[in-house]
């Protein structure tokens, strides 16, 4: 089995993940579980996040084509729990219960939904010369539906489920995969743009990339150590800086909404205050999540990004820098290529100084060269990269503002929990860490002065969680999949998270909103 890149940050989650953190004594960490009782601003978006091959089922259904997802389903069972490969054939059968899932997000009060389109479900070859209509029949009616109770739609446009066709060709590692995104893309715009305001381009690229095609974890798992990430982030944002000029220039004015890309990062706290361990936890911050922030907002990867991996290939006998570099032209495209800041957090971890890495070890954790661990007191889950750390949440949005500035807003476009068995939840469980995780949110906005708009939970529903299968759950709705209906059970988080999304509140009373005075 592979182990996720890096800090794992995995929204969505891989479960069968082992990571050895370095044991570095106790550090407590205690956070205080006084929650803020001021109310979120009345406009805060307030929504559940979910993706297509996690949902949706049907896999081949009404001319869908087949994913890598799909691919490596039906040809790797061993990269799956015993006898769960197959389960996200049906899924949660999302496919075949649009009334009943928009229905439950109302009655849970939310006004924002951020689903993902399945490319394959569009163009089934992955190529604009072969669309198939019933695959947007499907995603017109989600979307009617969402809008007439009032739900935003926001729209990933990848979450890792390449159409296999595009695989073959070399996926994220062939730069042919650009005019193919940008024309998925402008199909997009044309079939959804007049309803849909909120557009993300991809879905947590580092992990797309480094689990993708360089560490492992994420499907395709065509590894290529310490040159596959960088090749397939290179090509993954001149797509994505391509697809914003489109929406710009031929969209905007008419279609009125945002663009932007959903990053994901598992906040690095530094494990002491000496200024090794400051400057090291900087660089990790800035190598994983600022590998994609970094361009979109300035137009480059990071300086010490560029002069650590130029540094260290050019000792491993490379030639050039395993790190691509953009043209002039490319950084002008790409800068500024967002129209709000997004993050998907579940963890977080200390981060401390270390040797620089033997150069014969080309990975991207070396060109880091950090060391990274979470103190065993830390409380946990059922995944072991996965403790409970409320602050981090709090340290890393502010962290965004001050790198990268918040004037264009901050979504929290995922946030969830952990456990396991398919089970009931309660309030001390998943509802608590909501509550928690909130609190520390509130008091970035109202003690910090942070700019965040918006927060989806992962998920309303129980999911397919990637190589996890069904071992591990976040939902708030309990999934019976020995059912053929898949039948929805609400847990006691749903309650919870409705009452916090129809009142803005995270206790029994709260004062108003100075947002709103
Ligand atoms: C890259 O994609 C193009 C067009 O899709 C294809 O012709 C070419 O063979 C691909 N290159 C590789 C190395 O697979
Ligand atoms: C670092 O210094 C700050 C401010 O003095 C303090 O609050 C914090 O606990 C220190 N952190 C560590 C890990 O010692
Ligand atoms: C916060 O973000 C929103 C965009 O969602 C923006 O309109 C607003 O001006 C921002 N507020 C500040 C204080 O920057
Ligand atoms: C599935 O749903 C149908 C229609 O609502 C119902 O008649 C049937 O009893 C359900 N089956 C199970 C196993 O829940
Ligand atoms: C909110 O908390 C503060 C500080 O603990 C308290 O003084 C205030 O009465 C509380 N407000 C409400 C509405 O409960």
Redesign the pocket.
């Known amino acids: 089995m592979t182990f996720l890149f890096l800090v794992l940050a995995i929204a969505d989650c891989l479960f069968s993940q082992s990571f050895a953190y370095g044991v570095h004594g106790s550090h407590a960490h205690l956070f205080s579980e006084e929650v803020s009782n001021i109310s979120f601003p009345k406009n805060f978006m307030w929504g559940y996040a979910t993706a297509a091959y996690q949902l949706e089922g049907a896999w081949n259904e009404d001319g869908k084509g087949e994913s890598v997802w799909d691919y490596d389903a039906h040809n790797h069972p061993d990269w799956w729990p015993a006898g769960q490969n197959l389960i996200g054939d049906v899924g949660v059968d999302a496919y075949h219960h649009t009334d009943e899932d928009v229905a439950l997000l109302a009655k849970q009060g939310v006004n924002t939904y951020r689903f993902s389109i399945a490319w394959p479900r569009i163009l089934p070859t992955g190529h604009i010369d072969n669309i198939n209509q019933k695959g947007i029949d499907y995603y017109k009616d989600l979307i009617q539906k969402l809008k007439a109770r009032n739900i935003e739609p926001l729209v990933t446009m990848h979450h890792w489920d390449n159409p296999r066709a595009?695989e073959?060709?070399?996926g994220f590692?062939?730069?042919?995969?650009i005019p193919?995104f940008v024309d998925y893309a402008t199909l997009l715009f044309d079939n959804f743009g007049d309803d849909v305001k909120w557009w993300v381009t991809f879905n947590e690229p580092k992990q797309t990339c480094g689990g993708g095609y360089d560490v492992g974890g994420i499907s395709p798992q065509n590894i290529h150590r310490g040159t596959g990430g960088y090749i397939c982030a290179h090509n993954l944002l001149r797509a994505h800086a391509k697809v914003y000029r489109l929406y710009e220039s031929k969209y905007k004015a008419t279609q009125k909404g945002r663009v932007s890309m959903v990053m994901d990062e598992s906040w690095s706290e530094p494990a002491s205050n000496s200024s090794a361990d400051i400057e090291a936890a900087e660089r990790i911050n800035l190598m994983t999540y600022g590998w994609y922030a970094h361009p979109i907002v300035f137009g480059d990867y990071p300086d010490i990004m560029k002069e650590r991996v130029a540094e260290r290939s050019s000792k491993q006998g490379f030639s050039t820098s395993r790190l691509p570099a953009f043209t002039d032209e490319e950084k002008a495209e790409i800068k500024g290529t967002y129209d709000f800041l997004t993050i998907n957090m579940y963890s977080s971890q200390l981060a401390a100084a270390q040797d620089e890495a033997p150069y014969t070890d080309i990975s991207l954790a070396s060109d880091i060269s950090v060391t990274v661990y979470q103190p065993d007191d830390w409380e946990k889950t059922v995944t072991d990269w996965f403790k409970v750390v409320p602050w981090g949440a709090r340290h890393l949005v502010t962290w965004i503002r001050d790198t990268y500035g918040d004037e264009k807003g901050i979504i929290v476009t995922e946030n969830g929990y952990h456990d396991s068995g398919n089970v009931f939840d309660d309030l001390d469980t998943r509802g608590r860490y909501h509550k928690l995780y909130l609190s520390n949110i509130n008091d970035a906005i109202y003690k910090d002065g942070v700019n965040v708009t918006g927060y989806m939970a992962w998920s309303l529903w129980n999911d397919i969680e990637w190589y996890a299968g069904i071992v591990v759950n976040l939902g708030h709705y309990h999934v019976d999949f020995d059912s053929p209906n898949r039948t929805r059970t609400p847990k006691a988080s749903a309650a919870y998270y409705q009452q916090v999304v129809t009142t803005g509140c995270l206790v029994d009373t709260c004062e108003p909103s100075p947002k709103d005075l």
């Open positions: 595009i073959d060709e070399g590692l062939n730069e042919s995969i193919a």
